[in-house]
Nanobody, 127 residues
Framework: QVQVVESGGGSVQAGGSLRLSCKAS????????MSWYRQAPGKEREFVAE???????TYGDSAKGRFTISRGSGLNTVDLQMNILQSDDTAMYYC?????????????????????WGQGTQVTVSS
C-alpha cells in the first residue's frame, strides 16, 4: 500500500517562509506526477503546484512568483518552498501522487495508474 506523508508545516509570521516535503513510499517502480493542493476552512481544495514525470513544473495563480516546487532528496519525494507567506496562505496543504506508468523501460508494473493523497500538513500564517 502506497503511503503519502507530508511534513514541514507550521506557524509563521507574514513575510516568512516554510518548506514542505512530500514522500510517497512503496511507489518506486512507477513514474509519478506529484502535486500540492491546499484547502482553507470553508473553501474548496485549490491547486498549488505540480512537479510532473518529466520534471516540468506548473503553478497555480496563488503560488506564482512565491512558491517553488522541486524534486526532493529521495525517490518520489517533492518539496515546496514557500516564500513571502501571507495570511491567505493559511490552509491545510495536501500532497497528491499520481502514478503514470512503469518507471522500468519495457516492463509492465501493476498499480502504476493509481492516485494517492496524504493526510495533509497545516500551514498557519499570522499577520
Amino acid at each position: 500500500q502506497v503511503q503519502v506523508v507530508e511534513s514541514g508545516g507550521g506557524s509563521v509570521q507574514a513575510g516568512g517562509s516554510l518548506r514542505l516535503s512530500c514522500k510517497a513510499s512503496d511507489y518506486q517502480f512507477c513514474k509519478t506526477d506529484m502535486s500540492w493542493y491546499r484547502q482553507a476552512p470553508g473553501k474548496e481544495r485549490e491547486f498549488v503546484a505540480e512537479f510532473d514525470r518529466d520534471e516540468r513544473t506548473t503553478y497555480g495563480d496563488s503560488a506564482k512568483g512565491r512558491f517553488t516546487i522541486s524534486r526532493g532528496s529521495g525517490l518520489n519525494t517533492v518539496d515546496l518552498q514557500m516564500n513571502i507567506l501571507q495570511s491567505d496562505d493559511t490552509a491545510m496543504y495536501y500532497c497528491k501522487v499520481s502514478g503514470v506508468g512503469s518507471a522500468l523501460q519495457g516492463i509492465y508494473v501493476a498499480g502504476c495508474t493509481e492516485t494517492y493523497w496524504g493526510q495533509g500538513t497545516q500551514v498557519t500564517v499570522s499577520s
